[in-house]
Structure formats: structure tokens, C-alpha cells
């Protein structure tokens, strides 16, 4: 995984750093806990002059924490409508009780992931790239996450003149709302991309979490990339195979690289 740049001129950081490289004639290391198929492939097959090194165990060797896959539907057959399943809840509260941490990570922003008009069936879309807009509940705001476009929330449909509005769909900032829902006494940080827009927000809602000892961060991918808290022994991947579903035909590996480093991301 890499950045990649949408502005002008458009880019692939690794890319780049490969081309920049050959005409430097200077060596290029490639690091990643979760490396592309494509490079894996083309360093053990294509490539010349080019080493792989592994590095078989973690730092202080640290075992790899449990993991365990809860099957939502199951839950909801036994009457569990929340996005936390009852094993999640019941790890949290031991967490809370040890005065130990836990970060949650759901890969989407917002509340609600759409709004539609329960009588008429009109959905609230982006007027430059017809796609659903993203309801924030404290901007109270529908937003597109690909453009930027915005615009005041819907209280009566345009379409039919209902007041019958509807949100589906799930956010961090929901996922927010409902730890505490459950838990009303634990204390919560969230870090997604509508909370770093500061010049240096995003290390200061990570020093604040590490350092006030907040019982749990709520996030998005930005909240599994390399970060070392000795305090977090419990992650909780909510929704974790919406990212299968994404427009991308890596899906499947992107959504096995996220989870990867999400698991890294807990001492066990």
C-alpha cells in the first residue's frame, strides 16, 4: 500500500520513488508489514538485483494477538440489533475493569452512510458525483467524501414533500454514540479525517489518547498505521467486510492488508 496523489499532477509515491531511484542509480527499500501481491510477485520472479528480507518475529518477540470472527447475523438472530456484538461489549467492559485500552476501527466517517426518504424511495445524492451523500450528525451536514461537495441536512424529501427521512448505514461517529450507549462512563476519542483537519490534530489525538490514558480511540485506517500504545490489548474491526464490496479489484487484498495491521496494532 501506498499514496497516491488525485491532484495535478497525479502520482504513485512507490512509483515515483522507483523511478527517481534508476535515474540516481541508488538503492530503494520497499517496507511494509502487508506487501502488494504485484511486488511480492516481481521481486521473487522479475526483478534483478533485488533482495527480500522477512522479518519472522515481532518486536520484544511478542506474540500475535487472538483474533475471532463474529458473524453479525447470528447476533442479530438472537435479538443483538447494535453493530457491537455481545463478545465485543463483553471484551470492552474487561478492558474498562483492567484499566487497559482499546481502539475500535470502522472504515467509514460520518453517522449515517446515506439518507433516503422512506414513502417516495429518494435518496440524497452528490450533485457532481451521483453517488450517496454521507449524513454528519454534529455538522448536521450531508457531505461527499469524493468531491467535498455539502449541504444542509434533509428534513423534508424534495421529491414527495415528506418528512419521512430516513438514515442508514453506519459512521464512526455513530459507532461513537453507541459505545456510549453502553459503556456511559468510559471515556472516547475519535480520529478520522474530519477531526485532523488541523495543522498537527492527528499527533495530538494520539498523544492525548496515549497519555491521558483514554479508555478507548475511535477511528479509520489512520488509526492502524504503525502506532505503538503498550496500553491497547484489545481491537475491535466493526463491519469488518464492507471493504470487500468497494469498486477496486484488490479489494480483497486491501481489505486482508487493513486487517493485518489492524491486528498489529494490540499487544497481546
Known amino acids: ?61 511478542a506474540s500475535l494477538p487472538t483474533i475471532e470472527v463474529i458473524d453479525l447475523r447470528q447476533e442479530l438472530a438472537n435479538g443483538n440489533r447494535s453493530m457491537i456484538s455481545d463478545r465485543l461489549k463483553f471484551e470492552i ?57 455539502e449541504m444542509n441536512n434533509l428534513n423534508v424529501c424534495p421529491e414527495c414533500n415528506s418528512k419521512n427521512i430516513k438514515y442508514f448505514g453506519t459512521g464512526t461517529q455513530k459507532l461513537e454514540d453507541e459505545v456510549h450507549k453502553l459503556f456511559p462512563d468510559c471515556s472516547t476519542i475519535r480520529m478520522d479525517i474530519d477531526t485532523v483537519t488541523l495543522k498537527n490534530s492527528h499527533e495530538q489525538i494520539l498523544n492525548k489518547f496515549k497519555n491521558e490514558k483514554i479508555d478507548i480511540l475511535i477511528g479509520t485506517q489512520m488509526v492502524v498505521k504503525g502506532h505503538h500504545f503498550p496500553d491497547v490489548t484489545l481491537v475491535g474491526v466493526i463491519s469488518a467486510d464492507t471493504s470487500l464490496n468497494i469498486e477496486d479489484y484488490r479489494a480483497t487484498e486491501r481489505t486482508f492488508q487493513t486487517l493485518v495491521q489492524v491486528a498489529r496494532s494490540c499487544r497481546s
Open 1 to 61: 500500500m501506498s499514496y497516491k496523489s488525485d491532484k495535478t499532477p497525479m502520482y504513485n509515491a512507490k512509483d515515483l520513488a522507483k523511478f527517481l531511484a534508476t535515474q540516481n542509480n541508488c538503492p530503494l527499500v520497499l517496507g511494509s508489514a502487508t506487501p502488494d501481491i504485484s511486488d511480492y510477485y516481481n521481486i521473487q520472479n522479475t526483478e534483478k538485483n533485488n533482495h527480500l528480507y522477512i522479518l519472522r518475529n515481532r518486536a520484544n518477540n
Open 93 to 149: 467492559q474487561e478492558n474498562l475493569k483492567n484499566k487497559k485500552q482499546t481502539i475500535l476501527f470502522l472504515n467509514r466517517r460520518g453517522y449515517s452512510s446515506f439518507v433516503i426518504c422512506r414513502d417516495c424511495g429518494y435518496t440524497a445524492k452528490c450533485k457532481n458525483c451521483n453517488i450517496t451523500l454521507t449524513y454528519h450528525k454534529f455538522e448536521n451536514k450531508l457531505k461527499c467524501h469524493y468531491c467535498g461537495f
